[in-house]
């Protein structure tokens, strides 16, 4: 429990780090942007936010990937990892660092990079469209539209590439055992999906992720939002799209 909960932090503290710090500079060079130019810096933000997170979320999801793995199916005799730490020390052991510990990363990048800039899009768009309706004073740091925002926001960036993640934790499950690998590569990972199970294989389980991403993304930005209104007054979008010149 205690190791998903620090990867998860520091997953989000690396994610909203780079963002920030993107858009600090992007606002130093033009404090003035028009709303489409806002909306795209957003974007450009996120998915380098994304780009960079996945170098820590890739192993972190191929290590979860494993264990979850174990006494499920074939699996169910065998226990090959005894935690965290000793899932990826044997798969650097036995498969090296391109082939074991970032088996993946690939489809992780796909994944991340486009999947952030809508979020962070997202977020931004949808926030200052509530804004505007609510009065500042009973909504001072945000709470309401970070909250709706937010929540819809980690919905649509699971919509946007869940294919994605399907191959990518197929292809992080593939030759756990040893055994020769079935896929090789993303291109016939998701033809031999398509082809053995069809296309309810690309979305089988969406529901269920989309019902945990609106309470997850809700809280992790209605937290963000408070800690920043709390430290200095500010918001995380710190320009309302209503007040830039067109």
Sequence with gaps: MVSPLLSVAAINAILFGVYGDIMTRFQSRNPNPTRHTYLWQTGIAGAAAGFVQSFILG?????????????RGEMASKKLYKGPLDCIRRIYLQEGIRRGVFRGQGTTLFREVPSFAIYFMWYDFASDFISNYLDNSADQFGAVSSIVSGGTAGMWCWLSTYPIDVVKSRIQADGIDGKHSMYNGIIDCFRKSYKEEG??????????????????????????????WMN????LQKTSQSKLEV
């Design 59 to 71: 192993p972190t999801d191929l290590v979860k990937t494993r264990l979850q793995m174990q006494g």
């Design 199 to 228: 296309l309810v294989v690309f979305r089988r389980g969406l529901l269920s992720c989309l019902v945990r991403a609106f309470p997850v993304n809700a809280t992790t930005f209605l937290v963000v939002e408070l800690v920043l």
């Design 232 to 235: 200095h007054g500010g918001r």
